[in-house]
């Protein structure tokens, strides 16, 4: 099937491809999210690194720190919205930082993010056996869905199956960095944990993506999505 381009409900500024393939709507997608993922975390763990190896720990710390408050300090000066994810990086980097000199020990800084990650593979885990699976609260920020097609039994079971997926997704990146950060030394850690984390959300994302479009069709829902990622489900012959 060819996607066609149409402003949808009369969305001024969108240009909405109707009935996108799985790969457009990852390729869309992709095009949203890179952009909050190279500011939170990759440009952070480059110059963690860059410091690592041409100072001490410390000054990793700094560099890195310096670079997340930079990075809200501009959009807040700009009155511009801040990221959720850089609010996490930020957070996050700031409590390993303070854990870290109040310890002085280098493991206790890098063990961090493996329990964080423990735990919310266990919160996403938890959420589905009390009936609220995560994913259902965080699908309204990619993709709206009207009370009626939330309520429908095979979307109701697509959140539990994709809560599932990142509780898994969330327990493998844990496993795996905690294997590279006992088993090789702190500067080959600190690459390879971040290329593995990145390889394993972006399959999180594509078999997400997959299992979401699949079910929307077998549901009799159509898509559509605009270049900047913007997502939209709803019922065939409403638009």
């Not at 990793?60 to 609010?87: E, F, M, N, Q, S």
């Not at 997704?169 to 844990?174: E, I």
């Not at 960095?177 to 399959?203: E, K, R, Y």
């Amino acid at each position: 099937m060819t996607a066609t381009t149409f402003p949808l409900d009369g969305i001024a500024g969108h240009d909405w491809t109707l009935h996108p393939s799985k790969l457009s709507v990852v390729r869309a997608v992709t095009k949203r999210l890179v952009p909050y993922l190279i500011e939170s975390t990759l440009i952070p763990t480059v110059l963690f690194y860059v410091f690592l190896a041409t100072t001490e720990l410390r000054w990793a710390l700094v560099a890195a720190l310096g670079w997340a408050y930079t990075a809200v300090i501009r959009r807040l000066a700009t009155r511009k919205p801040i990221p959720g994810l850089l609010v996490l990086a930020t957070m996050g980097i700031t409590l390993r930082t303070i854990v870290y000199l109040l310890s002085d020990n280098t493991f206790v800084y890098f063990v961090q993010p493996v329990l964080r990650t423990l735990v919310t593979a266990a919160g996403f885990a938890l959420s589905v056996l009390i009936g609220r699976p995560l994913i259902a609260r965080f699908a309204a920020d990619f993709c709206p869905l009207s009370p009626d097609v939330e309520c429908r039994p095979a979307i109701v079971q697509l959140f539990r199956r994709l809560t599932y997926l990142w509780a898994a997704v969330n327990a493998l990146a844990a496993a795996t960095t905690l294997t590279l950060l006992l088993t090789v030394p702190v500067p080959v850690f600190v690459g390879t944990a971040t290329a593995s984390a990145w390889i394993i959300t972006c399959t999180g994302v594509v078999l997400t993506v997959s299992d979401a479009v699949r079910t929307a069709r077998d549901e009799g829902l159509a898509t559509a999505v605009t270049p900047n990622g913007t997502l939209r489900a709803y019922v065939s012959g409403t638009v």
